[in-house]
């Protein structure tokens, strides 16, 4: 029998589609009554903020490519018209879906709980009147209509900016006929005004929005005319940044230049406030090259983005998830010597569950230690106030040798890279940008300390970012260790960064874009022979996104043999599972919950040896070839049997697991009648008070 051929389409996902329909899964949690009404709200605003990075990014590359005529991009072989339909009318829905569930639900729950968003028809006289004088002290001042007329071009409209076209009718100062103004909303206040309580009928949680007090006052903007309409609109914009790696002299230079073009890159999607006239949306359609099927017509603001500033000004800590302080571990409670319980002992973190304090701690007594001679470390979104930004200064000023890899071209993140890299330089730290071509995404530090006078290395690894903000809120794990082969390894590819010379072989490390990708292909293979000659073979992969072909093909061809495939895939996922005779064997689930899932783990059965590594990269082409990762191996066999331990009981979860079906779709995980409600993210916590 001939072997089937595993290069078909149809055996493969789009992966536009598979990034839309992640969505989908995050807007249920804001659909799911489970969910705290406030965390119900913060679901509803993340959907928007993946939407907007979705058109900006993954919207835009499909444009550009049918204007341009290009081929299929994917081995799913959808063309690029074809994908964009699908897109259009699955955003539409989702949109849909939010606004209704937005105003038919969540504003009347809120309402409930005394959080309020009063509507301009229901603004008392009192009410009427601080806004007014809020209008005429704080907006109108930094308000610039912009009437529209023959001899005025339609104004540079910002990036996903709060702007109103305006209905007039009249005649202005200087004789001519107008009939539309824009107004854009200045970017220097805040989106909600939470209004005082000492006035009459307002509670300490009521707010307006910014748009409904320029509604309510932009006649006296336009003294003398008639206004027939104001209407809030957006514009997403291809915010994409082209660098020309082989072409630039100066990377940080290029960047804030292309930043600053990214504003008004083209445009990609409207949105308007639904009761806006036809002759109007049509008009905003030509002026940003757009068509119907790029215009969104929504009823409520058109950034539900700003809604998310209520989570913190309602203080209403009763309707959030219960809070809870991420663990230490014990060897850390019984020391306050990091570096010697390093000596002793490993320690393996899994944030946010455990805190990311030892990773700051390990930074901060680095900088101040007499003894530590340097400090190297890859930052990716280190944050605009980051504590080990901080650190690393101070250690620098201290006349330390620090290194810093700073990746500035962190998408949506590049001007705050740049300030931080700019900072760092100041203090004397050397800065190196990365490598031509290559993003550098592996998340590594060391330290090297002077003891009996000899120097050892210390290392830290992990799968997210040295970020103190999103280890609260992302699950990652991460590895400190005084381990002389990390170590030494660590070193190598330091140098490797620096020098961008050939290092020495690694000896337990696994980087891009040099090996990882020979190494998964080679270790999906192993199962794949360990099967066929009568053993048993078992892979698990936690990943952010699955989307590399050629990895795909390797998971079928041992699928197809008899190896169990498990895949936990958060985000995109182009593998086809549940194919007859081709992935029968596999399984994808996608985990959503309280937290991010950020961490990557590769599991292979290894005929019982029971092969456990933790990376820095997802199983996609940028990762294995157009970026510096590193994969760490998991030996201690106490904490590889911790990892295995969380694997499982993720692959157990049937209360936030999605599980993928052939046709793209995915279906929520219930408990089968009798069994227990498993959630993962609550297991990990339960186990934290339990330890605690």
């Known amino acids: 029998m001939d072997a089937p051929n595993l ?33 119900r709200l913060k679901f509803l605003c993340i959907v928007s903020t993946n939407l907007d990075e979705f058109f900006e990014i993954r919207v835009s590359s499909l444009k550009q490519r049918l204007e341009s005529g290009a081929a299929p991009g994917g081995p799913d072989m959808l063309m690029p018209q074809q994908c964009l339909a699908e897109i259009s009318t699955r955003a539409h829905d989702l949109v ?14 809120l309402s409930v709980e005394g959080i309020r968003f009063i509507r301009r028809t229901r603004w008392t006289t009192a009410q009427r009147e601080w806004l007014k004088e809020f209008y005429h002290q704080q907006l109108e001042p930094v308000l610039s209509p912009i009437l529209l007329d023959t001899a005025r071009p339609f104004p540079k ?11 007039l009718e009249g005649i202005h100062a200087f004789g001519r006929p107008c009939h539309r103004a824009i107004v854009q909303a200045p970017r220097s206040l805040p989106r909600l005004i939470q209004l005082p309580e000492n006035l009459t009928d307002t509670g300490p949680c009521d707010f307006v929005f910014l748009s409904s007090v320029i509604h309510a006052f932009v006649d006296e903007l336009f003294s003398g005319m008639e206004i027939s309409g104001c209407y809030q609109f957006r514009v997403t ?22 930043l600053l073009a990214s504003r008004y890159g083209a445009a990609v999607r409207l949105e308007v406030a639904r009761e806006c006239p036809s002759d109007l949306t049509e008009f905003l359609l030509r002026m940003f090259g757009l068509e119907n099927a790029d215009l969104y017509r929504v009823e409520g603001p058109v950034n539900l983005n700003r809604l998310m500033a209520v989570y913190d000004l309602a203080r209403r800590e009763d309707l959030k998830d219960i809070s809870f302080t991420p663990g230490l571990p014990a060897c850390l409670a019984e020391s306050d010597d990091l570096f010697a319980t390093l000596r002793r002992q490993q320690i393996f973190l899994h944030h946010p569950y455990e805190s990311f304090a030892p990773v700051l701690e390990f930074i901060r007594r680095a900088s101040k230690d007499p003894d530590v001679l340097a400090i190297k470390l890859t930052l990716y979104r280190p944050g605009s106030n980051s504590p080990i930004v901080a650190a690393l200064i101070k250690a620098a000023q201290a006349g330390k040798e620090v290194t810093v890899v700073i990746e500035l071209r962190a998408r949506f993140d590049e001007a705050s890279n740049i300030a931080q890299a700019d900072r760092l330089q100041e203090a004397g730290a050397h800065v190196v940008y990365g490598v031509v071509g290559f993003k550098t995404h592996c998340k590594i530090a060391m330290v090297v300390r002077r003891e009996d006078g000899k120097l050892r290395r210390y290392v830290h690894l992990g799968t997210g970012n040295y970020h103190p903000a999103t280890a609260k809120l992302y699950t990652d794990y991460g590895l400190l260790t005084a381990d002389e082969n990390l170590g030494h390894d660590v070193h190598q590819i330091f140098l490797q960064l620096t020098s961008m010379m050939q290092t020495i072989p690694l000896r337990r490390l696994i980087q891009a874009p040099f090996q990882l990708h020979d190494q998964i292909i080679s270790s999906i293979e192993s199962e794949t022979r360990n099967v066929a000659n009568g053993g048993n073979g078992h892979i698990i992969a936690k990943l952010n996104a699955l989307v590399e072909p050629e990895v795909i093909h390797a998971l079928y061809k041992a699928a197809n043999a008899g190896v169990m495939v498990d895949l936990i895939i958060r985000g995109i996922c182009c593998l086809r599972p549940g194919i007859p005779g081709i992935s029968e064997n596999i399984r994808v689930r996608s985990l959503v919950g309280r937290f991010l899932e950020h961490s990557r783990v590769y599991y292979f059965h290894a005929n019982g040896e029971e092969n456990v590594y933790c990376a820095s990269a997802d199983w996609m082409d940028r ?12 030996d201690d066999p106490e ?9 499982d009981t993720c692959l157990s979860d049937n209360c936030m697991a999605w599980e993928l079906l052939p046709d793209g779709q995915y279906r929520l995980l219930y408990p089968e009648q009798g069994a227990p409600r498993i959630n993962a993210q609550s297991v990990f916590l339960q186990q934290l008070s339990e330890s605690g």
């Open 7 to 39: 290069k078909l389409p149809d055996y493969f996902i789009n992966r536009e589609l598979s990034a839309l329909e992640f969505n989908n899964r995050v807007m249920q949690l804001a659909v799911s009554e489970e969910t705290p009404l406030l965390e």
């Open 96 to 109: 849909k879906n939010q606004y209704r569930l937005l105003n038919e639900t969540i504003i009347p729950a």
């Open 157 to 167: 409209i910002l990036n996903k900016s709060l702007n109103f076209i305006v209905g």
């Open 237 to 258: 914009r291809n915010s994409d940044l082209y660098i020309d790696d082989e072409e630039v002299s100066n990377l940080a230079q290029a960047l804030e230049s292309e």
């Open 623 to 634: 990762n294995f070839f157009r970026r510096i990762e590193v994969s760490f191996p998991i």
């Open 639 to 647: 904490t590889r049997k911790r990892l295995i331990g969380d694997l």
